[in-house]
């Protein structure tokens, strides 16, 4: 079902991304070692990544990285005891017990491991893999959890040391999973191959046949100006269309429509609040360009902006810092030389921090 409020599992309930999937599904059989799926809030990660771990048949691990404590040794017992299960799971004639002997790991109640350990038996569990001739694939949702216990570290040691571990991660805040594949040069992952899918927004007659289709599923039938309205507020974020489906199965149209915008604008006036903290120092100077990018704007309107706020020069690269920063995070986009608010949540988002 289109308007089942969890994230998708089967091929038959993801609507669209057809591209996407393959790549996904492609370059895990190629054995592209580290494929990353980007994407704003609401795009349709998780259930990407859901629907192709199940569909693939090899050794795999699902982890979500908000159930895991942020620390470098807890990852890595998670990671690999979640390996050994795959393992075991996958070679249904080896017990744990026989896995963990055949890579000399001795075997005791509590398998706490320490780094150097927990790396080294990834090695061990490498040559094992080798030996078989498969490939282990590691899922990690939400991975920018985990950017305190050195994720990125992780992923670029098993990059290395090892040659049968494919990892798949994905993260919500798109700036931070930035940071943590390494966009940056301080990143331990600067520089590594990665595949990178980027999930999008849906144009909008795609949307439109999303609601029509969903609406048919469940047998109601809504007009085209109700479809139109609410696809003009949701602006192509599957997240937020499937939700509003789901809520006009129980409620009338109008009423799920309010309902979705104010559950999405009130995530997203949190994650603006949070972008602000941490940058007190432009708090106001970032308020006031999401404010100005209600409507689309030039790089040197911007700036104009902000300089009659302060009454004072500002300077070119700060400018530029400011915006690619708001891009990172997806609060904004660029269209045609024109920086503007991404969607129409955003823009009711900023109006609800700014009125604080
Ligand atoms: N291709 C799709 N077809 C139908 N429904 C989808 C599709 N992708 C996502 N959904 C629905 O949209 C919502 C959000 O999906 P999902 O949780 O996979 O997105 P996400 O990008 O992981 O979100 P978050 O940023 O919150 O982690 C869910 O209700 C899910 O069922
Ligand atoms: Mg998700």
Redesign the pocket.
Known sequence: M?F?????SRRE?????EEEYLTLKNSILRGERIIVIK?I???????LMKVVYNEIDVPKVFLDGRIITPRQSDILLVLFEGSINAVTDYFLDLKIKDVLKELGISFGINLRISMSTGLRSFEKLDEFLENRNKKLILFLDEVQRLKAGNISGIIAHLYEHTRNIVMVIAG?EVGLLDEIIGRYADSDLYGRPKRVIE?GRLKREKSIEFLKLGFAECKKKVDMDSIEEAVDVLDGI??WL??FGYYSMRYGIEKSLEMVRKEGVKIVAKEIEHFLEVRKDAKNRYLRILEALAIPLRWVEVKRILESMEGREVNDKMVSKYLRELMRYGFIEKREERYVIADPMIREGVVRVARR
């Open positions: 289109y089942d409020v969890e994230p998708k309930d993801l609507f669209d991304f994407g809030r609401r795009t349709g990660k998780t259930s919500s999930l599957i997240g499937t939700l």
